[in-house]
């Protein structure tokens, strides 16, 4: 199922967007957004097809398919040992919008939100969309023990959100049971809501275990908010198609009443909660077998990337992108970035504040959802490309 013969590079370079193989010019590898090459299971496609046959796109109901929200509940119970109700989960056309609209139903104008640094700018970027400032929280790359002293001097009378990214993109970190109750008492002492975004919770690499913050205990489970999605472990990212999980009514309205889906003006399309329902129930075999890839892919990437002089790459928890440190080759994470599309004809995220905030400084990401066979030819142009760096001078 993942090998080079199921990827279609035609179809990929109509279809898929956002810094990918439709964007760059012919012959350049894109490691950039987290997308996987691979076509997403049958039995989504299978699902798709069915309902599509009935030729009835009517409108569906403002909170969500009661069918999809069931079977997210019971994902929620069985695999995250969270005592879930369908009638506390809101299906949104993203995780990135389930992130905003957290954000939207949390803060008022000038409330501040703990964000990590480094993470995907998605954090930032919905904090200050709803008018908050983001406050960040560094959590370096390869990092031993986390500085809650550091994350409790952050908090002020203005402080109202805690974001958790968990696995964390870009470092790829799982944060551990205690770790989590560390996180979890501190915003209990200190009143916060927990925004916990576990779109990566499916891709961790044994011996790593991941643990959902809602299922430490009901006191810190009543101040999170947790975010999922489908298009990391499915493939599913132009269904647009995530959920936002409260932990009691009170807090499931006030998302309801931000996200305007009574209104029409937002609101999950009917057959993205069929085909995440479909992979919910029916794929789990596939993302097994994915997972069993990754593991592969992110093993020969790590040793690779480290072999290329300048270069120091740790292996991801969670997450299928590498982050690695560029330090060593004297350039800037931009100026990889530029050496590796010119003259290697791979395509990288440097680590631009932008991007990931000031903590991604020295670093550039790598999406290794591929192929054994484009990663290898994407390495090796690496290293190629990389030769003569750091110049001896
Ligand atoms: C941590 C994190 N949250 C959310 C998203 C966005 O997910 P979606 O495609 O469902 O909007 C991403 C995608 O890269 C991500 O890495």
């Not at 203005?158 to 970190?173: A, E, Q």
């Amino acid at each position: 199922m993942f090998d080079n013969s199921t990827i279609n590079l035609e179809v990929l370079k109509k279809r898929a967007y956002n810094l990918r193989w439709a964007t760059v010019p012919e012959g350049v590898i894109p490691l950039t957004a987290a997308d996987p090459d691979f076509p997403c299971a049958p039995e989504i496609a299978e699902e798709i097809s069915r309902f599509t046959k009935d030729r009835y796109f009517c409108y569906g109901p403002p909170d969500g398919l009661p069918e999809f929200k069931e079977s997210m509940a019971g994902y929620f119970q069985k695999k995250r040992n969270i005592p879930a109700s369908p009638a506390l989960i809101l299906p949104v056309d993203s995780a990135a919008f389930g992130i905003y609209l957290t954000c939207k139903a949390f803060l008022s104008a000038g409330d501040q939100a703990i964000i990590f640094d480094p993470v995907d700018f998605l954090f930032r970027y919905s904090v200050e969309s709803a008018g908050g400032i983001a406050v960040p929280f560094s959590i370096p790359p390869g990092i031993t023990a986390v500085d809650f002293e550091h994350l409790e001097k952050l908090i002020t009378k203005k402080t109202k959100l805690l974001c958790l990214c968990n696995p964390l993109n870009p470092t790829g970190k799982v944060f551990t049971k205690e770790e989590l109750l560390m996180i979890g008492d501190i915003a209990c002492r200190y009143n916060l809501i927990i925004l916990s975004d576990e779109i990566w919770s499916d891709i961790v690499y044994p011996p790593n275990v991941f643990t959902s913050i809602a299922s430490l205990n009901e006191e810190i489970r009543n101040r999170t908010v947790t975010v999922s999605g489908f298009s990391k472990s499915f493939g599913l990212a132009g269904l647009r198609i995530g959920t936002v999980m409260a932990s009691h009514n009170h807090h499931y309205k006030l998302l309801m009443a931000a996200s305007l889906h009574n209104a029409t003006i937002h609101g999950a399309n009917l057959i993205s909660q069929i085909a995440a329902k479909a992979a919910l129930d029916k794929c789990g075999y596939w993302l097994n077998s994915f997972l069993i890839h990754l593991n592969v892919i992110r093993d020969l990437c790590v040793n690779e990337l480290n072999r290329v002089p300048g270069f120091k790459c740790i292996a991801p928890e969670g997450c299928y992108v590498a982050f690695v440190n560029i330090e060593g080759t004297k350039k800037t994470s931009k100026e990889i970035q530029e050496i590796l599309l010119n003259s290697a004809k791979v395509s990288v995220v440097p680590g631009l504040k932008e991007w990931f905030g000031e903590g991604a400084n020295g670093y550039i990401r790598i999406s290794f959802a591929t192929s054994e066979e484009i990663m290898m030819e994407a390495l090796s142009r690496i290293k190629k490309g990389m030769t003569g760096y750091p110049k001896v001078v």
